[in-house]
């Protein structure tokens, strides 16, 4: 088993921001599975890559392709990462709607992939990200 490092963390993130299907399978396992927290229509787990994929393309298409997250710190173990980021956006359909919160990522790492990964969200950031997601 390799060691997870910040660099690795932050190489997966620039493949999946690519959006070059091969430069991402590098990084992310076939086989991941993803937890999205909340309680809106983005919510729940996403089983396979291709699942997740489509996810981030919701997320993108949602946000107009405005949502992102800027890293503010990563601690890595063996198996494990977790990045602390400030993810802000605006709704597509809504531009005075605003996303302004911090979450952490929390990244189960086998053989240099991701094969889990597990959201969360500070304070009252999640009422914030459950509001920004919804349809109204």
Known sequence: ?????????ANAYAALMSGDRNEIGKYWAEDMRWYVPG????S????????FLGFMRQVGELS??????????????????????RNRGQCASIPAKQL????VHV???RDGKVI????AIMGDGTAQYDQFWSPV
């Open 44 to 51: 729940g787990w996403k089983t396979g890559l291709n699942a």
């Open 1 to 9: 088993m390799s060691r997870v490092t910040p660099e690795l963390v």
């Open 39 to 42: 309680h809106n229509m983005l």
């Open 107 to 109: 990244l189960r790492w």
């Open 64 to 85: 107009g392709n405005s949502f992102r997250m800027d890293n503010i710190c990563t601690t890595t173990s063996d198996e494990y990462s977790a990045d602390v980021t």
């Open 100 to 103: 302004d919160i911090t979450a």
């Open 116 to 119: 889990e990964g597990r959201g």
